[in-house]
Each structure stands twice: as C-alpha cells, then as structure tokens.
C-alpha cells in the first residue's frame, strides 16, 4: 500500500447526508456524497478521482451493454466501538475482481488504487458509515467496457468505479428455497467462479419463477444432473447434517465467498469438524427426513447468514427444525458481527481501517 499514492479529490459541494434515515435505509437506493473513478486507456490506469456520486456518459455502442464485460464486488464498512471505521477484508475482494476480470478478459485493478482508493472514498464519506446494530456501509466496487465499438472483441478501455450506499441489519425471515433442477446458473469450465453481470441477468427468470411460487431464492444444482447443491442467489450455502458443518467443495461454476471462507475459518478455529464436497440434494432431503439435519443457511456480504426454514424439492415442500439458540449459524453470525464491529479481537487481520 503506497501512503503517497493521490488520489484527486473533488469533494460536493452539496451533502446530502440529511437525507439519510438510519431507522429507513434501503438496500441500494441511497448513495453516498462521493464515488471513485478510474479510466483505463492506452493500456493503463489513469489518475483515480473522487467525484461527486452522479451519472456517467457512455457510447451507446459501449460494449458492455451489448456483450456483458461487467464485473462487480460487494464489501462492507463497519462503525468501530470506538467509532472509527473499518472495512472487512478488502483484500479478498480485490483479488477476486481480479480474478473476475481475467475470465472475462478485462484489465487487473493496481492493489494500490482498489485499496488505497476504498479508503480515501470511505473516510471522505465516514459520516455515512451508519452505527446502529448490524448496519455498515456497502461498497460497490465496479467494472466495465467502455469501447464505443461494436465488434465482438474485448474492449480497450475500461471504466473502474466504486460506490456506496449505508445498509440496514438484514433481518431475514427464515428464507424458502427450492432446488432448481431445470435452469442453470452456471456450467463447468463457464464464468460462475466470476462475480460478472450476465450470471445475475440469467438467473432472474429461474429467481422470478420461483418467487411466483412463493420462494425466496432458488438452490442451484449441478448443470449435467441436477442433482449437487452448488449455492443459493448470491449466497453460498451450508448444512449442519450430523453435527458436520457440510458446504459444496469450490469449482468453477460456484463463486468464491468471503462470508463463506470467513465462516469455514471459524469453525475450524473452534474445532469443529468441516466438510468441503459434493452435496446432493438426495442428500439434503433425507437427512431433514431423518431428523439428522440441524441447520441450513445461506452466507454471503449482504445478509451475512440467512437460516433457510423450507427447502422445495420436486413438489415437496421439507420444513426445517427451528434454529435453536446455540445453534452453529447463530453462534458464527454474532462471532463475526463482533470481530467487524471491533467488539472482538480479530485474530485472522480480517479488519483494515480505513
Ligand atoms: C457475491 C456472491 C456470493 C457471496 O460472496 P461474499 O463474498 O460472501 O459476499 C455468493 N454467490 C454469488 C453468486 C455471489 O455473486
């Protein structure tokens, strides 16, 4: 990290920082004073500004909108118990928007301007990082072609941007899924490791379909069989079955979650036993037959950890034992809440102010 690095910085002249309503923040909708913007042109990096959060200009030929080279990144801020603020491994999402961008054939971002840039625009913006409990501030980080060239190529030039909007504690009502055994999300050897648009833009009339049948999200399976839970929206997905925490082992078509590394991270450190393999959805239904199956939640930035009360599975629905409450996903949910907040040592360095 380069303390010189400079980022310009045009601050509004206008805050709308009234505008903020702790008790009434919405997922999405009201962003912070600022963004970060950064031009890549003529194979490289321009000078990274912060400019006041507005609308950009773009080609109509963009060749993000007509072929999809579109990545993004979700990370949090955290208010400290001290009231400083801290944002939850950045690194980690640097490396896999990098990642993303050479699966889809898009230029790495410099560690120093993702990093460096993350900081600057969250301590310009800090009075925004909100401190009721389980709130933060969601980061976007982005990245898109900007080519006004309609031939299927990778573009040359690219825009990376980060923005911000303060969140509320997600509190999910225990959440209905079902095995989705017709669409996929995702193929081997495809882009489903990749946090890149087109996975969410395919996945909306499978989620849609769903909804319309009164589940909240769907539990991919497998592109060839149908059969092996890959993740769930844009969570991954865990099951306690005999006291084993059981999550699907990574491969291309999963995406590589923070919460879920985090939380994996966790249980090994308190010892408990963790399996990281193929689960079926055979599997899964038997042992909520059998009474074996403790918990099953979903993990990811946005929620944190959802517990899952309802799994569908050809026709039937299966209910879930309630949550009790030393259960594992309560237990790792507040563990991790307690290290983002400062409330708790954070013996893995998963924090870094800003
Ligand atoms: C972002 C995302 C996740 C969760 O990753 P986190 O780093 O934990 O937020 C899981 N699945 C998909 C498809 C995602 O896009």
């Not at 930035?301 to 009790?324: K, R, V």
Request: proline share 6%; charged share 20%; aromatic share 10%.
């Amino acid at each position: 990290m380069l303390d010189t690095f400079a980022i310009d910085i045009q601050p509004t002249a206008t805050s709308r920082l009234a505008e903020l309503d702790p008790a009434n923040m919405e997922f999405g909708k009201l962003f912070a004073d600022h963004m970060l913007t950064v031009e890549f042109t003529d194979g490289e990096w321009q000078q990274p500004r912060i400019v006041p959060y507005g609308p950009l200009t773009i080609s109509p030929a963009n060749s993000a909108l007509h072929y999809g080279q579109a990545i993004f990144e979700g990370a949090k801020a955290y208010r400290q118990a001290d009231g400083s603020v801290a944002l939850f491994r950045p690194l980690d999402n640097w490396r896999r928007l990098n990642a993303s961008a050479e699966r889809m054939a898009m230029p790495t971002v410099p560690e120093d301007i993702f990093l460096q840039g993350l900081r600057e625009l969250v301590k310009l913006d800090a009075g925004w990082v909100p401190d009721t409990a389980g709130s933060s501030l969601y980061l976007r980080p982005f990245m898109f072609a900007t080519d006004g060239f309609l031939g299927v190529r990778p573009s040359e030039k690219y825009h990376f941007g980060i923005i911000t909007c303060p969140v509320a504690a997600f509190f999910t009502k225990p959440v209905r899924v079902r095995f989705e055994q017709k669409y996929v999300r995702a193929a081997p050897g495809g882009a489903g490791y990749a946090k890149n648009a087109g996975n969410y833009g395919a996945a909306m009339l499978p989620s849609k379909l769903a909804q319309q049948e009164g589940y909240h999200q769907l539990l991919w399976t497998d592109a060839s069989e149908h059969q092996y839970v890959e993740e769930s929206g844009a969570m991954n997905v865990m099951f306690v079955i005999d006291g084993v925490i059981i999550t699907p082992a990574l491969s291309t078509s999963i995406l590589d979650g923070i919460t879920r590394r985090s939380v994996l991270e966790l249980a090994r450190d308190w010892g408990l036993p963790v399996e990281e393999r193929r689960v079926s959805s055979r599997e899964v239904v038997a042992a909520i037959q059998e009474g074996r199956l403790t918990e099953a939640f979903g993990v990811g930035t946005a929620a944190t950890i959802a517990p899952i009360a309802t799994i569908g599975y050809e026709g039937h629905n299966y209910d879930l034992p309630a949550l009790l409450d030393d259960a594992f996903a309560r237990r790792v949910g507040a563990a991790l809440e307690a290290i983002r907040t400062g409330h708790a040592a954070d013996p893995h360095g998963w924090m870094v102010a800003v």
